[in-house]
């Protein structure tokens, strides 16, 4: 009873650590930019567009559009990405049993690129804004599909096998990408280009609601699972015993990381290691329970791609560094270490 309400204590630490966290990185989101917007005149828009007449809303409509046209809905991107990732590397952990998969470290979010990519260059366009989401969901998804069959042998997945199916996976997909720019117009390249650095440069209200749809749907479909996931981790004999259908829920989880690492890549690109770091940070505060730890891994993967972002349009002037290239900063360490820790409790790669 005393570990349970330890558990609950830091728990709600922690969540209302992660709400400041993001609420402060939202505020100087909107705030800092090459256009100065002060923090009352912020509130005030929001404040005016729900109907509060307020003294503190912007009067120059450049800044009004500013907020809605170009930060809002960045940061909203911001937030539904980080999220969508972050949950993604919770579910694949849980499902995988291993600590180091991650939907860019095995090549899910590659795969996702490439549908995106060729979704680009057929020119499809069906679906509207939501084409290129649904072509990526279906290369997430084949390749999570992929990984799982190949990685997993007498019902576990070793290290080795993981990583080395994940390096196959991102060469296939990087092989299929540079094809793909070959043979795609002037255009076509630099939307590639783009899905390869990963950035949320043009964000738009269309796409995060896409964003935000799916990532919600899937996240509350993972939450209900998150009981399952526990019994899980108790092994799959012993999960079983406990009347789970081990394959059906693989087989679910597997479709929900490839809808949450699509829709993410779709309009972001590849942005890797946040389904990494998160989840870990998360699991060494809270523990392994996978209900507070997949909610509290969604609002730390929002908070760490809204900061990332951030730093992304902030640290050099009058640039815009693909953020795809600062996670990958912070997440490349973070992935050594776990592989060096892996191997110490193991003694050796198995």
Not at 16 to 35: C, M, P
Not at 48 to 67: K, M, V, Y
Not at 277 to 299: D, E, K, Q, T, W
Request: with cysteine.
């Amino acid at each position: 009873m005393r570990g349970e309400v330890m558990v609950v204590g830091r728990a709600v630490t922690l969540a209302l650590v992660l709400a400041a966290l993001l609420t402060g990185g939202v505020v100087l989101s909107a705030v800092i930019g090459q256009l100065a917007i002060s923090p009352a005149e912020v509130i005030g828009s929001i404040l005016r567009a729900t109907g509060i007449q307020n003294p503190w809303a912007p009067q120059d409509p450049i800044l009004e559009s500013t907020l809605w046209v170009v930060r809002f809905p960045r940061i909203a991107m911001a937030i539904g990405v980080g999220a969508a990732l972050a949950v993604a590397g919770a579910v694949m952990q849980a499902i995988f049993g291993n600590p180091l998969a991650e939907p860019g470290v095995v090549g899910v979010s590659s795969g996702g690129a490439l549908g995106a990519a060729i979704a680009i260059v057929i020119g499809v366009t069906a679906l509207g804004t939501a084409t290129i989401a649904a072509f990526a969901f279906v290369g997430s998804l084949i390749a999570t599909l992929l990984v799982y069959f190949v990685a997993r042998a007498n019902g576990r997945t070793e290290v080795v096998t993981l990583l080395l199916t994940g390096i196959a996976v991102n060469a296939f997909a990087g092989a299929g990408l540079a094809s793909m720019l070959f043979i795609a117009d002037s255009g076509g390249r630099e939307q590639i280009v783009f899905w390869q650095l990963g950035s949320l440069n043009g964000s738009s209200w269309p796409e995060v609601g896409i964003v935000v749809v799916a990532t919600s749907i899937a996240a509350a479909a993972a939450l209900i699972f998150a009981r399952k996931y526990d019994l899980l981790a108790l092994g799959e004999r012993n999960a079983r015993h406990l009347g789970v259908n081990v394959e059906r829920l693989r087989i679910v989880s597997i479709v929900l990381v490839a809808l949450l690492t699509g829709v993410a890549v779709a309009f972001c690109g590849i942005i890797a290691f946040v389904g990494l770091v998160v989840p870990h940070i998360i699991r060494m505060a809270i523990g392994p329970s996978h209900r507070p730890l997949i909610l509290a891994s969604a609002f730390g993967g929002a908070a760490l791609m809204v900061y990332s972002d951030l730093l992304a349009r902030s640290v050099v002037v009058g640039a815009d560094l693909p953020i795809g290239l600062l996670t990958s900063l912070i997440g490349g360490p973070f992935f050594f270490f776990l592989l060096y820790r892996q191997r110490k409790r193991s003694g050796g790669w198995a």
